[in-house]
T-cell receptor
Framework: AQSVSQHNHHVILSEAASLELGCNYS??????LFWYVQYPGQHLQLLLK??????LVKGIKGFEAEFIKSKFSFNLRKPSVQWSDTAEYFC??????????FGKGTRLHILP | DAEITQSPRHKITETGRQVTLACHQT?????MFWYRQDLGHGLRLIHY???????NKGEVSDGYSVSRSNTEDLPLTLESAASSQTSVYFC?????????????FGPGTRLTVL
């Protein structure tokens, strides 16, 4: 069955630290990949998405993600985090059925 | 502006009662989804619909039902609420017929079953 794994359930960083959140998926076919963010008390918002083309995708608020097909990975990165990045981050994979499978999420806490 | 709304935003009910959570979208999207969000489980798909009169079971569909009588609405019904159904419920919609389909999420409904 298709699945999405996020390696870190809870990450704590200081401001200005670099961030990388891991995401691996299991699905052999063509996929579209997403990172969603949920700020405290808010609903999910799209951070960035990969459909095709350049495997390095840039999203909002300085986030980027790299699709490595051979590793079935789509890791999220940000060179310098801010306190306002405190949120829960979800990796998601869409297959041809239009269904999106979400990872269990990573809670990111940024210390001021 | 197009949007997706959910009501109520908060609901407390008792075990055994029937509960219906509303989801309304003005995107004119064909696809609509219901998820529940629980700590340690992320988002899990309950039911989904690809269009009017179409409904499909998701990963955790037991105890839930949906109906799609029009494009805009996909109400989620808990036939007999159980404490295990205490959760935050999110509705989402997406377009179809495109190469990729970003899902737009509603604000969520926090349901407590006592």
């Amino acid at each position: 069955a298709q699945s999405v794994s996020q390696h870190n359930h809870h990450v704590i960083l200081s401001e200005a630290a670099s961030l990388e959140l891991g995401c691996n998926y299991s699905y052999g076919g063509t996929v579209n990949l997403f990172w969603y963010v949920q700020y405290p008390g808010q609903h999910l918002q799209l951070l960035l998405k990969y459909f095709s083309g350049d495997p390095l995708v840039k999203g909002i608020k300085g986030f980027e993600a790299e699709f490595i097909k051979s590793k079935f990975s789509f890791n999220l990165r940000k060179p310098s985090v801010q306190w306002s990045d405190t949120a829960e981050y979800f990796c998601a994979v869409e297959n041809r059925d239009d269904k999106i499978i979400f990872g269990k999420g990573t809670r990111l806490h940024i210390l001021p | 502006d197009a949007e997706i709304t959910q009501s109520p935003r908060h609901k407390i009910t008792e075990t055994g009662r029937q509960v219906t959570l509303a989801c309304h979208q003005t995107w004119n999207h064909n696809n609509m989804f219901w998820y529940r969000q629980d700590l340690g489980h992320g988002l899990r798909l309950i039911h989904y619909s690809y269009g009017v009169q179409d409904t499909n079971k998701g990963e955790v569909s037991d105890g839930y039902s949906v109906s799609r009588s029009n494009t805009e609405d996909l109400p989620l019904t808990l036939e007999s609420a159980a404490s295990s159904q205490t959760s935050v419920y999110f509705c989402a919609s997406s377009d179809s017929g495109r190469e990729f389909n970003e899902q737009f999420f509603g604000p969520g409904t926090r349901l407590t079953v006592l």
